[in-house]
């Protein structure tokens, strides 16, 4: 049977960094029910606020469609200039569109803009039908909430492209930022599209043609991603802005206004960007503990990161940085160098936890005779010592 193991260790002793200041934070004091924030170039976590809880995404959840449609593109299975239909369904989207009518055939690039800029459903849906396995917007849907799971957002089911609001169509805060991230990083060409302020489409809805992001124009490195808002949901945006080296992804919800969102997302970029600063706190391959090994020809291997470490850290001052290890042990032999065995968890004071993962620092071939009758008989032991109620 495995046990979890903690290693509670002070970084400035146990992990050997350089100097260590002391850091903390004052946490940011959001409006919005439910909130995430995170520096894309170090994995640093600077706010979760009901992050993994289920929520209606509104517009925002077309951001799935967008990467879908994305892979489809990259793929061959869907081209920039291909003309598709618009069917009876999608036209009778109401809300956000781009006024699409049976008639139309429209190219897909142009459906792409009408997603972006201007938060088009019935072009969410056009697109859908061309991608679904069946055909049909509820098949899209089922096919966007298995390739959720697979990208790891496990917090998100849809029931349609574009967020209208529907029974279970959900995400998290977390998941729209994971789906953020791998948006900017995965599809560098197509994100660009995200910073347009304008498409007029072919001049037929004067009144929609303005990119609904509040942070755009403002000069603060924004540069994406979707805004999003229904009655059930509130006021909502997915954005990343970009200063410097460093870029943050961050998603609010449940805002009241649209004028609120917007003040919102300005504090949010601005707290994010100057009230901390970049540090190395460990390299990779630095050993900070060892794991119990099971049948192995050594009792223990080291962990160790398999990356420099950077992360932000409070410019003011406080409680001097702790890290914990967290691994799933006594690990079983043979383990090659370089296999993921647990974890180092580390939080400034007032941030959420952030987790490295940590890997074997060698390899452990599995043992012999003599490596394994050690093994069983140091468990024997163990058990001795703890009696019947401790035994493992």
Not at 321 to 332: F, M, S, T
Request: with cysteine.
């Amino acid at each position: 049977m495995t046990r979890m193991f903690r290693l509670l260790v002070p970084v400035a002793l146990a992990l050997l960094l350089a100097p260590v200041f002391p850091w903390s934070a004052q946490a940011f004091d959001t409006r919005a029910k439910a909130a995430y924030v995170m520096d894309v170039t170090t994995g640093t976590v600077l706010l979760a606020r009901n992050a993994d809880e289920p929520l209606p995404p509104a517009s925002m959840s077309k951001l799935m469609t967008l990467y879908v449609t994305f892979e489809a593109i990259r793929d061959g299975r869907l081209s920039l200039d291909e003309r598709l239909p618009v069917s009876r369904h999608a036209m009778s989207y109401g809300g956000s569109t781009m006024f699409l009518d049976t008639t139309d055939r429209v190219r897909v690039e142009d459906l792409l803009r009408g997603i972006i800029v201007l938060s088009g459903n019935d072009a969410c849906a056009v697109l859908a039908e061309a991608l679904s396995p069946d055909g049909t917007e509820a098949g899209f849907a089922r096919y966007m909430t298995q390739r959720a799971q697979q990208m790891g957002m496990t917090n998100s089911t849809f029931a349609n492209s574009n967020g209208w609001p529907a029974a279970g169509h959900r995400m998290s805060m977390r998941d729209l930022a994971l789906l953020s991230r791998r948006i900017i990083e995965d599809f560098p060409g197509f994100y660009p599209m995200f910073a347009e302020t304008e498409f007029a489409f072919d001049g037929r809805a004067p009144q929609n043609t303005q990119n609904r992001n509040p942070l755009l124009r403002l000069g603060i490195g924004a540069d994406g991603l979707k805004t999003g808002h229904t009655q059930e949901a509130g006021y909502g945006l997915a954005g990343s802005a970009k200063q410097g080296d460093r870029r943050v992804v961050f998603v609010i919800s449940g805002l009241d206004t649209a004028q609120i969102r917007a003040e919102e997302a300005q504090a949010i970029v601005n707290w994010a960007f100057r009230q901390f600063v970049e540090k190395s706190i460990l390299d990779a391959g630095t050993e900070v503990a060892r794991a119990d090994v099971w049948m192995g020809d050594v009792t223990s291997v080291g962990l160790t990161p398999a990356k420099d470490i950077n992360t932000l850290l409070p410019v003011l001052g406080g409680d001097d940085l702790k890290a914990e290890v967290v691994y799933q042990g006594p690990v079983r032999a043979p383990i090659a160098k370089g296999d993921e065995l647990g974890e180092l968890v580390f939080a400034p004071e007032g941030l959420p936890e952030t987790r490295v993962p940590l890997v074997a620092a060698q390899d452990v071939p599995r043992g012999g005779f003599v490596a394994r009758l050690r093994t069983v008989s140091g468990l024997l032991l163990a058990r001795l010592k703890q009696g019947p109620e401790g035994a493992l």
